[in-house]
């Protein structure tokens, strides 16, 4: 039958996922929505394609070998319900998409990823397009995806800390994170102080020769463009000579001081005089008389300013050009030893004057680095303390709380110890190392998860983990990759029984083979598999009454039309209470 309306108003989770050219999946639509969906189908039929699509819509690896043959694109669209306010709403808001409201505090969100032949991904969230890094920080807080590769994961040191963590919750976090920025800090200040103590001699040596330098520069006292202008000077007053007989040439020429001399201005007032008597007779004779009147006017004051330049001439030249040579020749010393120009002379004394003061200041940096580091350790050490003894209770209620679970999971003597054990280092997260170990029976040895639990046994403990981390660190849905792998029978029946409970709080999507999971669920889809002769095609169907019962005799026994089969399919619909 058709999965009920778990709530009136929608709970957070997936409400549909629009399948097209991924896989063997030509085009498939899964409605979804809350409570537990399971995932059936023949091998090959494309279940798994099913979770790749969910995981480009969560930001995973886009890869063009997911492209269906012949396609030239792949697309995964979803449809969610989420919070109207929280980190989503907020991460949404921040890339520009708007969210639809739709009542009872939850919006609606529209995610979709397409997939270009050519290896081209392109994103778009609420009607926005997005860098593919929105979509993995949107999938923090919408879905948790279990399958194979979770498990491999959970085999190792960091991820079983990590899980630690996360159940310890709040408090841990906080701690967590000022011990970050301590470690951090300190590892750098650390740094920073070894570079400047290895370096402390060389440094040394760089004040001396730039104190040296810049004792020799401001000595010399160089002005911007001094070296220009003395240029200009030495050349005057080397050509003193010269310019003095060209100016009392030119003076003697124009305006002589010799009596009876027949000089340029003598010359023009006697031109004018004679012009000027004849004016009245030719009135062009008169314009030609102003002219030249005119030319005599200039001519006396050239004559004054050539007397004025010769008297302003530096007797003493040759005197003055040794001390300007002296000056550049002084200048030309500094540009040659730090040039190459006077400005680069002047830019090295400026950067060089800044960079003596921070070498002077080295006694004092080393020492207010020496106590930085070292407060900094003490504090790093107390945070690291605080959080080996958080992370020592939150073991022992982990452990409890785990082991309480495995006993519903057909695990019962089982037990799942986490040891914390504090190491002499300080790393990123501490000092601690946490390792999950499994205790098969009372009295036995217990072993880490890594060598000592089998598949199905590891696919049972991720379950409970989960399941006690959903109280503490709640996510709205769980994505199950055959979780039941490597079990059946009676286990596979309280697995089915679990995800179910787990059902009640947060939406749970499993992909499962095994009738015992996919009888506790409340939205079956089968993945159908058809071919039109050379390529293989799937869809999606969504299961109810008879058609549910035939795919749970097939799961059963691998015949749809037995009625052994058939019956003992009803019967575990029944007994899950689902028919």
Do not use: C
Not at 111 to 137: D, I, N
Not at 448 to 458: D, H, M, N, Q, V
Not at 459 to 481: H, I, K, N, Q, Y
């Amino acid at each position: 039958m058709a999965r009920p309306d778990v709530v009136n108003a929608p709970r957070p989770g997936i409400e549909e996922i629009t399948i097209r050219g991924i896989g063997v999946i030509e085009d498939a639509v899964l409605p979804l929505g809350p409570g537990f969906t399971a995932l059936t189908g023949e091998t090959g039929a494309g279940k798994t394609m099913v979770v790749t699509a969910l995981g480009l819509l969560l930001g995973g690896r886009a890869d063009s070998g997911v492209l269906r043959a012949g396609a030239d694109r792949a697309v995964a669209e979803a449809r969610w319900v989420v919070p109207e306010h929280g980190p989503v709403a907020d991460r949404v808001d921040e890339a520009g998409g708007e969210l639809e409201p739709v009542g009872g505090g939850v919006a609606e969100l529209l995610v979709s990823r397409t997939l270009t032949a050519e290896g081209r991904s392109r994103v778009a969230v609420a009607g926005r397009s997005v860098p593919v890094g929105v979509l993995q920080e949107l999938g923090e807080d919408l879905v948790a995806v279990h399958g194979q590769s979770e498990q491999l994961r959970l085999k190792s040191p960091t991820a079983q800390r990590d899980l630690l963590d996360r159940f310890a919750g709040a408090e841990l976090a906080s701690v967590l994170e000022r011990y970050s920025g301590v470690h951090r800090r300190f590892l750098a200040d650390r740094a920073e102080l070894e570079r400047l103590t290895a370096e402390q001699e060389a440094r040394s040596a760089e004040a001396g020769e730039l104190r040296s330098a810049l004792a020799e520069i401001e000595g010399v006292a160089p002005q911007a463009g001094e070296d220009a202008e003395l240029a200009a000077l030495a050349e005057r007053l080397g050509a003193q000579d010269e310019l003095r007989v060209a100016a009392a040439t030119a003076h003697e020429a124009l305006s002589s001081e010799d009596v009876g001399a027949l000089d340029a201005l003598s010359l023009l007032v006697e031109a004018r005089r004679a012009l000027e008597r004849a004016a009245p007779l030719d009135p062009q004779i008169a314009g030609i008389a102003e002219t030249v009147a005119s030319v005599a006017s200039l001519a006396a004051d050239a004559s004054a300013e050539l007397a004025s330049y010769l008297a302003a001439l530096d007797p003493d030249a040759p005197g003055r050009l040794e001390g300007v040579q002296q000056r550049i020749n002084e200048l030309a010393v500094l540009v040659r030893r730090y040039g190459p120009t006077l400005e680069d002379v002047l830019a090295f004394a400026d950067q060089g004057g800044r960079r003596l003061l921070e070498l002077d200041a080295d006694p004092d940096r080393l020492e207010g680095l020496a106590a930085q580091v070292a407060e900094d350790e003490r504090l790093a050490v107390e945070l690291a303390d605080r959080m080996s003894a958080l992370r020592r209770d939150a073991a022992d209620r982990l452990g409890a709380a785990v082991t309480a679970e495995l006993a519903d999971l057909a695990m019962g003597t089982a037990a799942v110890l986490v040891d914390v054990t504090s190491r002499g280092d300080l790393t990123s997260t501490g000092r601690d190392a946490v390792q999950l170990l499994l205790q098969a029976y009372p009295g036995a040895e217990p072993r880490p998860i890594a060598r000592g639990a089998s598949g199905g046994e590891l696919s049972r403990v991720m379950l409970a983990l989960e399941v006690v981390l959903a109280g503490t660190d709640p996510v709205p849905t769980f994505v199950f990759d055959e979780v039941d792998a490597g079990i059946g029978g009676a286990a596979a029946t309280e697995v089915g029984k679990r995800l179910a409970r787990l059902a009640t709080t947060s939406q749970v999507i499993a992909v499962t083979h095994l009738a015992q999971v996919a009888a506790f669920a409340t939205n079956h889809l089968k993945v159908l598999k058809g071919s039109d002769g050379g390529v293989t095609t799937s869809t999606v169907q969504r299961l109810a009454g008879a058609e549910r019962v035939a795919e749970m005799a097939r799961l059963l026994s691998g015949l749809t039309t037995s009625e052994s089969a058939l019956a003992h399919a009803q019967e575990l619909l029944e007994m899950a209470g689902t028919a």
